[in-house]
């Protein structure tokens, strides 16, 4: 069964900590996605990855920063961590052009104290 | 930015019932995404189509590219298909990446 996981599905880090959230697909897709997602606001893209060592911000990329070294791992963080940074992160992956659907992953609700 | 409008946004039914959940957007796509989110859990892809209507089980998407709405159906409804309905849409800056509608919570009670 193919997969997106993430590291973690929950995770409490205090203000001002370096935070790493990992995601690793088995399905060789060129596509990776990190999302966050608050109520009333729906997902939104914070940064995406079209090929190893590639990336592209999203629509609210302040205070994170992404690495792709591997095609399969696309990692997100949160260099000084904020209590505004709570929230559900979501990493999805797709095949090229995304014209064959998206999979996305269990989430990892962070919660910053 | 293609702005995706979802209606209802909270949905509460009694099992049986036929269920219709709406999505439009304003600019023209080449495909359209319909997924699922369960309470705690990550986000399934139900549908993606990009004209007339596809069905998997007791779920039936339709999409109107002229009118620029989809509509995702639910048959007989059950009290697992208790989830949140999300409708995505590419991208106008990119087709890989999506756009997300805000939504529907659906509730139904046995």
């Known amino acids: 069964d193919v997969k997106v996981t993430q590291s973690s599905r929950y995770l409490v880090k205090r203000t001002g900590e370096k935070v790493f959230l990992e995601c690793v697909q088995d399905m060789d897709h060129e596509n990776m996605f990190w999302y966050r997602q608050d109520p009333g606001l729906g997902l939104r893209l914070i940064y995406f990855?079209?090929?190893?060592?590639?990336?592209e911000k999203g629509d609210i990329p302040e205070g994170y920063s992404v690495s792709r070294e591997k095609k399969e791992r696309f990692s997100l963080i949160l260099e000084s961590a904020s209590t505004n940074q709570t929230s559900m992160y979501l990493c999805a992956s797709s095949a090229w052009g995304g014209l064959y659907g998206y999979t996305f992953g269990s989430g990892t609700r962070l919660t910053v104290v | 930015k293609n702005e995706v409008e979802q209606s209802p946004q909270n949905l509460t039914a009694q099992e049986g019932e036929f269920i219709t959940i709406n999505c439009s957007y304003s600019v023209g796509i080449s495909a359209l995404h319909w997924l699922q989110q369960h309470p705690g859990g990550g986000i399934v892809s139900l549908f993606m189509l990009s004209s007339g209507k596809k069905k998997h089980g007791r779920l039936i998407a339709t999409i109107n590219i002229q009118e620029k709405h989809s509509s995702l159906h639910i048959t007989a409804s059950h009290p697992r298909d208790s989830a949140v309905y999300i409708c995505?849409?590419?991208?106008?800056?990119?087709?890989?990446?999506?756009?997300f509608g805000q939504g529907t919570r659906l509730t139904i009670n046995p």
């Open positions: 995505a849409v590419p991208h106008p800056q990119g087709a890989q990446k999506l756009v």
């Open positions: 990855s079209y090929d190893v060592k590639m990336k």
